[in-house]
């Protein structure tokens, strides 16, 4: 942005910029490596981009969602991200995820993760705005995973668990038997429909995170 801007566009250093991208792309060893370095962190990027966009939406502050983003945003700074948006292509897809279909890459889990906890601010917005919204952290019994209720006083009724550094739990055979502990339920999350039980406070997280690597639960009745 130090050479170009979305008001004060500079040509001749934007196609410099994109020919120097075509030519590395073009080189089989890089390639290669790039390639290489997406396999070995494929599971920590989709730990961190879906954990970051769920707390993003459900901490206390403002629940921004820059335009496109809904889905894996990999582009540059202004200009690159003010390109036109597919909200067909977007809606469509949503469209098959309410339906009940299984998210089929890392762009449709985003989209779903931003369109629940967008969903649920807006079906319990006193749980994340206003004098009344309570934030509570929640105990986990590795640092590994993050978790938190929203609600109102003395009333949690959302909860938000997000893992990080993935790659220690999976050169480590997984979750194991660590727990993260829940107010009293019932629980639903939200994401992958999984139910549990009100009398269960401690959750294995490998039972929580057993289809995504964050988890939306919200509470509700009839969980068994």
Not at 166 to 179: I, K, M, Q, V, Y
Request: net charge negative.
């Amino acid at each position: 942005k130090r050479h170009t801007s979305w008001v004060e566009p500079n040509d001749a250093y934007e196609a410099a910029v994109a020919g120097f991208v075509g030519v590395v792309t073009e080189d089989p060893a890089i390639v290669a490596h790039v390639s290489g370095w997406l396999d070995l962190t494929a599971g920590s990027v989709r730990a961190n981009v879906l954990g970051q966009k769920l707390i993003q939406l459900t901490m206390p502050g403002v629940a921004d969602v820059y335009q496109g983003t809904e889905l894996v945003a990999l582009s540059l700074v202004d200009p690159d991200n003010r390109r036109p948006i597919d909200y067909g292509m977007r809606g469509g897809w949503l469209d098959r995820l309410d339906a009940g279909e299984r998210p089929r890459d890392l762009d449709e889990e985003k989209l779903l993760v931003t369109a629940s906890a967008l969903r649920l601010r807006r079906a319990r917005p006193e749980c994340f705005v206003g004098p009344e919204a309570t934030y509570v952290p929640l105990t986990t019994t590795t640092p590994d995973a993050v978790a938190f209720a929203r609600g109102t006083t003395g009333r949690p009724q959302t909860v938000t668990v997000a893992s990080r550094l993935t790659h220690r739990r999976e050169s480590g055979g997984g979750w194991a038997d660590h727990t993260v502990t829940l107010p009293p339920g019932p629980w639903r999350d939200t994401l992958s429909g999984r139910e549990f039980a009100a009398d269960r406070r401690e959750v294995r997280l490998a039972d929580l995170l057993a289809d995504l690597p964050v988890a939306l639960l919200t509470l509700g009745q009839g969980a068994r």
